[in-house]
């Protein structure tokens, strides 16, 4: 249940690589060597270990089309751990190495294999495995943030941190926590009343006024056909995201999650590791299950006590009946012309009220536009020959009829080519939507502010908000083959 | 400052490379002034920190003995009494470089005083609760403790066994966060305990009882011959939950373990505030003590599982899967079952996890604890994942190249189990997989990144891997595959590779031999004018990976090259690409050794003749030609075995010779002649007496009449030479040694071709001479050189030679010059073999007649006449004769005449001699039919003469 190393790596698509951290654990090291016996193999030097590793992730050698070493198609990079080759003189296969790989960083850790080298254990067996994973995805959150873009200051400011930040989380090779997000909170020293343990994960104690913060997010994607030998596929997730400043060492909290009255019930819930106990009813419901109707419904509680930070109480996913927006595509090419027809229909069940919804049409291996004829019914339309993309802005509301169109014809005779995609050629186009919708989900689950208990003295102040986000919502040209995104539907 | 930045720069410099660094200074003096630089008030806290990781990092690099990590640990340990305590997290830094040193080497396991002393620090700290600064310094630092001791415990098993009750303890008082840390070191403490005393024979419920009581003394008395476990014993550092197959130690206690299920109870309870690393790791030392103690049972866990099974934190889900695993039916229901194996499937797919999670998850659908397992084997489907359930799984363009890949191989299994059980009839699911492997060809065509090629070449593997059987799918994809390759022969070395793979991985399907059918196929077929050169690059790569398989017949990879090479329909052979050159000596080379070498030799031979003669570079004629005479000269099986042996111990890889590395390797290592840098051998001119004789058997069966006179004796002496080859050559002999300094590696050589270089054009060229071996050790082999003499004027030869060594690799290298004196153009008279002595002086007479007649009559005639003279005595003169012209006298050595030589030189050139001793000096009269020879004959008689005056005067 320990790890042997740690190396975060930064590059920029396999260029100017770098190790900016590493750490060897070096008396896991030495159970690695009593554990492995004759068929240990020993860490190599970190230039070693960079090289092996970028060869393993497919990114040494960029500018040669096939290397063996590294495009082998015997190759299992199917798995989570990745064999690392040494050769020289510590020869051997280092396994199981971990990496996870973020814009321009990769971080990488060596678990340490606790049981009987041969024949290789399956990595379903050895608890340091998901240990590792759990570490790494806690250090990449933490140098990385949640936003995708990361500063390179900042980073470097995070990165010099690392020493500290694992004498914590990490001293020994035996991963106890993941690092904190933010600045590191001070350390403030309970003196607990009474005999209540305080939570490993809880920092310090909240002072003050009760505070609950809910927020419940969905997110709704779809693939839209508009064919009728291939079915249109949709689904939702939701994620409950809580901030709890509420004072006591173990305070408890209730929140629960309705459904309208014909709600479908929600899936594969998840939850925190703060959620003091579950209901069995509550996880009965899954995705890859044959829909029951008699299947629960609600309320669902979930008690927990929570940390001082904000997290995610729970996600679900949710089967709903129709998507919110139907959109139909068809491009008809005409010699040098392209004829474009797009219709969009807002659902009767979702709120006319966007914070943005947009549909981007990008158009790919074709000359750039000369002239786009396209006319609009509603919103506003942006074309950028440039990019070959036309971005129809359709505001905060769709017309009464809750109907848009789109009809023209675009003329591709720009002086160069536009941008190339290996997946839409010819008449294989998409139409992606951007939306969100405030104050509404599509499974219609809600937190009702006054379903949140709070189990202590002061009256707490409840906020509760939900959204729904759109994340790739494409509607497919019904007139070109399309993709096929998933077989759960055909099979 | 800049103190502070070289200490970083070094430190960095060590964690980069240790062993550079302590190459570059000792490790002793570095560990010095690292001991040193610690001790130093004037040092800032970060900068010690820092000096500390080398020792954290490498404690064996730095303490390469005991005595040293001993003395190095007491001198850390006197550094952390020295340090104020407001230093904490230097001093937290301290205690981490001390367990490093002390485990690392084996202080701790052979309880040396450092290490003794340490653990009685480490457990004084721990024990130290009234924090008098209240700023948590002591509470991070007694964390900092509890996993020093834990990883104490964990290197050396059973360390702490006799303090259980005191760690217990310390666990229950402590309410802070800390309990954490207590919480991890008591169970890990308390796991080794109940393993050692499952080791002990006759240990049962009391000792178990005493040990958990604090009762050391008792369970002591029962331990005491174990003692510290070895860290040897890799036993206890292994997991005890190992699947199906694994077994486990048990302790017989029978039902009573009230004491154990307490401590277990409690640690459980408080489960829920640990982190959900150490939950994990908590949860799995308790599961592995369950499992050792059948008296205390699992349903103990059940309170915590529907939590857990709820959680999103993978090390929990996991931990709860090897619970599973340990306990199968007696902690978890069909329906649990039926449960975590959806969530798994649920899991592998979520939109919220990261790639490596969901990789993860799919992993262990595929070792899936089942409760009633039926193999124990790799990869295995658990029974209950449907083809309906696992639809869920089936990959998509949208994936990412591992996912793609994971679904693809777990999907594969799912159909294949569909296909067994459903045969004949069209498997959706099958179908599908297909249908996906096409649009991944799709995009590959239409110019998909590396990473979706690679991606596509996996796929394909895969689908083969556990699909070739079905016939309608595998045949199928030959076509596609065939298809792209034309359009995108830069795809080449993925389809040998998939070729070679599919032939390794399944020996029992002949489908990569229909593949590279098929590829020959299409690339001899397409019509050579669309050709680029490209193409025909990566064509010759995949027709020599063609060549390798002996039941494809290869008349049409012949065709394509001889098509390729024919001056009339391309330019190819005068471009003199080096690069394609190769590759078509790849794919012939191939061809020499291919099981129907029989059928294709005549075209072989042609092609290969044909880039001997007219390939626009030296290097590929060379080899063309070298293939050319292996081709004509070899037996079969010494090619096939010459070559074997070229392939097999030129490359690295003993692999088939057809992965492109390699390829490329040996060729440049194998057909890539290597040039020596000096001198390896030397032919050394050997003066031989069988010259005397040489031309006596030239016409044994001629039953002439010997002529006694002069006229008929030139008449019958010049008829010889209508045939023109009579007496046309001289032969030299030569010995053949090493030179120069000894390498070892020239020792044995083998297959030396020799070849001479004319300096000048009065001789004709010169054939090779093969041997077939050099070995240092053993008498140098003797060579006839046979020369043409246009003219027999003196010549100087270069000499070169390839030969192969003993490992394979062939060898280019320059001989020292080989210099032709004119004497050795000499040749005896070639009279028919009757003539006597008479005969002989007739015809010298004739011919001194001749030349003197014409020398006389017409100054433009090629014959001369010349005096020379010395001064020799009697007996010089006379041993001068038996040195030097003994072979070529034609009057008797006795007489008191005048001495009569004639020297022969083809092609058809004579010398005479005629030396009279006169009272003053001794004369030699001379007279050649060809009078260029004099300017040679002079300073060759001066030599000789003068080498006799020396020796007699």
Not at chain 1, 140 to 158: I, N, V, W
């Given at each position: 249940m320990s790890v042997r190393a740690v190396w975060i790596i930064s590059h920029e698509k396999g260029e100017n690589v770098s190790i900016r951290f590493s750490r060897r654990f070096s008396t896991v090291e030495h159970r690695a060597k009593g554990l492995a016996g004759p068929s240990y193999v020993a860490v190599p030097e970190e230039n070693t270990v960079l090289r092996l590793l970028l060869t393993e992730l497919g990114?040494?050698?960029?500018?040669?089309?096939?290397?063996?070493?590294?495009?082998?198609?015997?190759?299992?990079?199917?798995?989570?751990?990745?064999?690392?080759?040494?050769?020289?003189?510590?020869?051997?296969?280092?396994?199981?190495?971990?990496?996870?790989?973020?814009?321009?960083?990769?971080?990488?850790?060596?678990?340490?294999?606790?049981?009987?080298?041969?024949?290789?254990?399956?990595?379903?067996?050895?608890?340091?495995?998901?240990?590792?994973?759990?570490?790494?995805?806690?250090?990449?959150?933490?140098?990385?943030?949640?936003?995708?873009?990361?500063?390179?200051?900042?980073?470097?400011?995070?990165?010099?941190?690392?020493?500290?930040?694992?004498?914590?989380?990490?001293?020994?090779?035996?991963?106890?926590?993941?690092?904190?997000?933010?600045?590191?909170?001070?350390?403030?020293?309970?003196?607990?009343?009474?005999?209540?343990?305080?939570?490993?994960?809880k920092t310090g104690l909240h002072r003050g006024r009760a505070v609950v913060n809910v927020a419940l997010i969905e997110t709704v994607r779809s693939m839209q056909y508009g064919n009728q030998s291939r079915q249109d596929l949709w689904d939702v997730y939701g994620t409950v995201t809580c901030k709890c400043e509420v004072e006591g060492v173990l305070p408890n909290v209730m929140v629960t999650l309705t459904l309208p009255p014909n709600g479908s019930p929600l899936q594969d819930i998840l939850v925190h590791p703060c959620v003091t106990s579950l209901d069995s009813s509550i996880l009965s419901a899954s995705s890859v299950d044959n829909c029951d109707g008699s299947a629960f419904s609600g309320p669902y509680k979930f008690p927990f006590s929570p940390p001082l930070e904000p997290f995610r109480l729970c996600s679900y996913t949710s089967q709903v009946p129709v998507p919110p927006i139907l959109g139909s595509y068809k491009l008809k090419e005409e010699e040098k012309q392209l004829h474009v027809s797009v219709t969009l229909k807002l659902h009767e069940s979702v709120k006319n009220s966007f914070e943005y919804c947009e549909a981007h049409l990008p158009f790919f291996n074709r000359d750039q536009m000369g002239i786009a004829d396209v006319k609009v019914s509603s919103g506003q339309l942006d074309v950028s020959k440039e990019k070959n993309l036309l971005v129809w802005s359709l505001g905060q509301k769709f017309p009464k009829s809750r109907e848009v169109t789109m009809e023209g014809n675009i003329y591709f005779f720009g002086p160069s080519p536009g941008p190339t995609d290996p997946l839409c050629t010819d008449l294989t186009a998409y139409i992606k939507l951007y939306f969100k919708v405030p104050d509404m989900t599509l499974s219609g689950c809600c937190v009702d502010q006054h379903s949140v208990q709070v189990y202590s003295s002061a009256k707490p102040r409840i906020v509760a908000s939900r959204e729904l986000h759109s994340k790739e919502y494409y509607i497919w040209n019904s007139t070109g083959t399309a993709p096929v995104s998933s077989g759960q539907m055909m099979l | 400052m800049l103190m502070a930045t070289n200490w970083a720069e070094r430190v960095s410099a060590f964690s980069r490379s240790p062993s550079r660094f302590v190459s570059g200074t000792s490790s002793e003096a570095f560990l010095a002034e690292l001991l040193r630089e610690l001790r130093d008030d004037r040092a800032s806290y970060s900068i010690k920190v820092l000096l500390l990781s080398p020792l954290c990092e490498y404690p064996t690099v730095l303490c390469p003995s005991d005595s040293v990590a001993e003395e190095t640990a007491l001198e850390l340990m006197s550094v952390f009494a020295q340090c104020p305590p407001k230093f904490a997290e230097f001093r937290c830094h301290l205690l981490l470089a001390v367990t490093s040193v002390l485990i690392c080497t084996s202080c701790?396991?052979?309880?040396?005083?450092?290490?003794?002393?340490?653990?009685?620090?480490?457990?004084?700290?721990?024990?130290?609760?009234?924090?008098?600064?209240?700023?948590?310094?002591?509470?991070?630092?007694?964390?900092?403790?509890?996993?020093?001791?834990?990883?104490?415990?964990?290197?050396?098993?059973?360390?702490?066994?006799?303090?259980?009750?005191?760690?217990?303890?310390?666990?229950?008082?402590?309410?802070?966060?800390?309990?954490?840390?207590?919480?991890?070191?008591?169970?890990?403490?308390?796991?080794?305990?109940?393993?050692?005393?499952?080791?002990?024979?006759?240990?049962?419920?009391?000792?178990?009882?005493?040990?958990?009581?604090?009762?050391?003394?008792?369970?002591?008395?029962?331990?005491?011959?174990?003692?510290?476990?070895?860290?040897?014993?890799?036993?206890?550092?292994?997991?005890?939950?190992?699947?199906?197959?694994?077994?486990?130690?048990?302790?017989?206690?029978?039902?009573?373990?009230?004491?154990?299920?307490?401590?277990?109870?409690?640690?459980?309870?408080?489960?829920?505030?640990?982190?959900?690393?150490?939950?994990?790791?908590?949860?799995?030392?308790?599961?592995?003590?369950?499992?050792?103690?059948?008296?205390?049972p699992p349903a103990l866990l059940r309170a915590q599982l529907l939590r857990l099974l709820g959680t999103s934190e993978v090390c929990l889900l996991h931990a709860t899967l090897l619970m599973k695993c340990a306990f199968t039916d007696s902690l978890f229901s069909a329906e649990d079952e039926a449960f975590i194996l959806k969530r798994l499937v649920v899991l592998s797919q979520h939109p919220l996890?990261?790639?490596?999670?969901?990789?993860?998850?799919?992993?262990?659908?595929?070792?899936?604890?089942?409760?009633?397992?039926?193999?124990?084997?790799?990869?295995?489907?658990?029974?209950?994942?449907?083809?309906?359930?696992?639809?869920?799984?089936?990959?998509?363009?949208?994936?990412?190249?591992?996912?793609?890949?994971?679904?693809?191989?777990?999907?594969?299994?799912?159909?294949?189990?569909?296909?067994?059980?459903?045969?004949?009839?069209?498997?959706?699911?099958?179908?599908?997989?297909?249908?996906?492997?096409?649009?991944?060809?799709?995009?590959v065509e239409n110019g998909g990144s590396r990473e979706i090629v690679v991606t596509f070449f996996r796929s394909a593997f895969l689908f083969l891997y556990y699909l070739c059987h079905v016939e309608r799918y595998s045949r199928s994809l030959v076509e596609k595959l065939c298809e792209l390759y034309l359009h995108h022969t830069n795809l080449a070395p993925h389809l040998i590779n998939l070729a070679d793979r599919t032939?390794?991985?399944?020996?029992?399907?002949?489908?990569?031999?229909?593949?590279?059918?098929?590829?020959?196929?299409?690339?001899?077929?397409?019509?050579?004018?669309?050709?680029?050169?490209?193409?025909?690059?990566?064509?010759?790569?995949?027709?020599?990976?063609?060549?390798?398989?002996?039941?494809?017949?290869?008349?049409?990879?012949?065709?394509?090259?001889?098509?390729?090479?024919?001056?009339?329909?391309?330019?190819?052979?005068?471009?003199?690409?080096?690069?394609?050159?190769?590759?078509?000596?790849?794919?012939?080379?191939?061809?020499?050794?291919?099981?129907?070498?029989d059928s294709l030799l005549i075209p072989l031979a042609d092609i290969l003749q044909h880039l001997s003669c007219h390939y626009g570079d030296t290097d590929i004629q060379d080899h063309a030609r070298l293939y050319y005479t292996l081709l004509t000269t070899l037996s079969r099986e010494k090619l096939a075995r010459v070559l074997a042996q070229g392939a097999i111990e030129g490359g690295r890889q003993v692999e088939k010779p057809s992965c492109i590395m390699a390829e490329s390797e040996r060729l440049t290592r194998m057909l890539t002649i290597h040039q020596t840098d000096k001198a390896i051998f030397k032919l050394v001119n050997v003066n031989s007496q069988a010259q005397t004789n040489q031309e006596n058997n030239l016409n044994p069966n001629r039953t002439e009449t010997c002529p006694d006179e002069a006229n008929t004796a030139v008449e019958a002496y010049t008829a010889q030479f209508q045939n023109p080859d009579f007496a046309s050559e001289i032969t030299l002999m030569f010995q053949l040694t090493h030179s120069g300094t000894h390498d070892s590696l020239f020792d044995e050589l083998f297959s030396i071709r020799l070849h001479f270089t004319l300096t000048d054009d009065h001789y004709e060229e010169l054939s090779d001479i093969s041997v077939p071996c050099l070995f240092r050790e053993r008498p140098s082999p003797i060579l006839n050189l046979s020369l043409k003499p246009r003219r027999p004027y003196p010549t100087t030869l270069h000499a070169s030679a390839i030969f192969t060594t003993q490992d394979g690799l062939s060898w280019h290298t320059i001989l020292p010059d080989i210099h032709v004196n004119f004497q050795q153009v000499f040749l005896p008279l070639p009279t028919p073999q009757a003539w006597g002595q008479g005969s002989k002086l007739c015809l010298f007479e004739g011919l001194w007649n001749k030349i003197s007649s014409d020398s006389g009559e017409n100054n433009l005639a090629e014959c001369a006449t010349s005096l020379f003279c010395c001064q020799l005595k009697e007996e010089?003169?006379?041993?001068?004769?038996?040195?030097?012209?003994?072979?070529?006298?034609?009057?008797?050595?006795?007489?008191?005449?005048?001495?009569?030589?004639?020297?022969?030189?083809p092609p058809q050139s004579h010398v005479l001699l005629t030396i009279r001793s006169e009272e003053d000096a001794v004369h030699f009269n001379i007279a050649t039919d060809n009078w260029q020879l004099l300017s040679h004959i002079s300073p060759y008689l001066l030599t000789i003469t003068s080498s006799q005056e020396d020796t007699h005067s």
């Open positions: 990114l040494s050698d960029s500018d040669k089309s096939y290397v063996a070493l590294r495009d082998d198609c015997f190759y299992r990079q199917r798995s989570p751990a990745l064999e690392l080759h040494v050769d020289g003189p510590g020869k051997g296969i280092l396994w199981p190495v971990l990496a996870i790989s973020q814009g321009p960083l990769i971080l990488a850790c060596l678990p340490l294999v606790d049981a009987p080298p041969e024949p290789r254990p399956p990595l379903a067996n050895l608890l340091s495995v998901s240990q590792g994973l759990t570490l790494l995805a806690g250090l990449q959150t933490f140098l990385l943030g949640s936003g995708t873009k990361p500063d390179s200051e900042g980073l470097a400011s995070r990165l010099a941190t690392l020493p500290s930040v694992l004498l914590k989380v990490c001293p020994l090779g035996t991963p106890l926590d993941v690092p904190l997000l933010g600045a590191p909170a001070t350390p403030t020293v309970p003196t607990p009343a009474g005999n209540q343990k305080q939570p490993a994960w | 701790v396991s052979s309880c040396s005083h450092a290490s003794q002393d340490f653990l009685d620090l480490l457990l004084e700290i721990s024990q130290d609760i009234n924090d008098i600064h209240g700023d948590g310094t002591l509470h991070s630092l007694r964390a900092t403790v509890c996993d020093c001791l834990r990883e104490l415990e964990a290197c050396c098993p059973g360390l702490l066994s006799q303090r259980l009750e005191l760690l217990g303890g310390l666990r229950q008082q402590e309410t802070s966060g800390l309990h954490q840390a207590y919480a991890g070191l008591h169970t890990l403490v308390l796991r080794n305990a109940v393993y050692q005393l499952t080791q002990e024979t006759g240990a049962g419920a009391e000792h178990l009882k005493a040990l958990l009581g604090g009762n050391t003394l008792v369970a002591w008395e029962a331990d005491q011959d174990s003692g510290v476990m070895s860290n040897k014993d890799a036993a206890i550092l292994s997991s005890l939950i190992l699947g199906p197959m694994g077994t486990l130690p048990t302790l017989q206690t029978g039902t009573d373990c009230k004491e154990l299920r307490s401590v277990l109870s409690s640690l459980l309870e408080e489960s829920y505030l640990l982190t959900p690393l150490c939950q994990a790791a908590l949860l799995h030392r308790l599961t592995e003590v369950v499992a050792m103690v059948p008296g205390v996890l990261n790639t490596p999670e969901k990789l993860f998850y799919m992993d262990c659908i595929l070792h899936f604890p089942e409760n009633r397992p039926i193999s124990g084997g790799d990869e295995t489907l658990p029974v209950l994942l449907t083809p309906q359930l696992a639809s869920a799984l089936v990959p998509t363009v949208f994936n990412d190249s591992a996912t793609m890949l994971a679904r693809l191989n777990l999907l594969s299994l799912v159909y294949l189990e569909e296909v067994e059980e459903v045969e004949g009839e069209e498997v959706r699911g099958l179908a599908y997989l297909y249908e996906h492997l096409t649009s991944l060809q799709h995009i032939q390794d991985r399944l020996s029992e399907s002949d489908w990569a031999v229909g593949l590279l059918r098929s590829l020959q196929r299409v690339i001899t077929e397409a019509p050579l004018a669309q050709l680029t050169l490209q193409d025909l690059h990566w064509h010759l790569k995949v027709l020599a990976r063609v060549a390798d398989e002996g039941e494809i017949p290869q008349q049409s990879t012949l065709g394509f090259l001889s098509g390729i090479i024919t001056p009339s329909s391309s330019s190819l052979c005068v471009s003199g690409d080096w690069r394609l050159g190769n590759n078509m000596l790849a794919v012939c080379r191939r061809l020499l050794v291919h099981p129907s070498l010089a003169l006379v041993a001068l004769v038996d040195k030097h012209f003994l072979p070529y006298l034609i009057s008797e050595l006795s007489t008191k005449d005048d001495l009569k030589v004639l020297f022969f030189l």
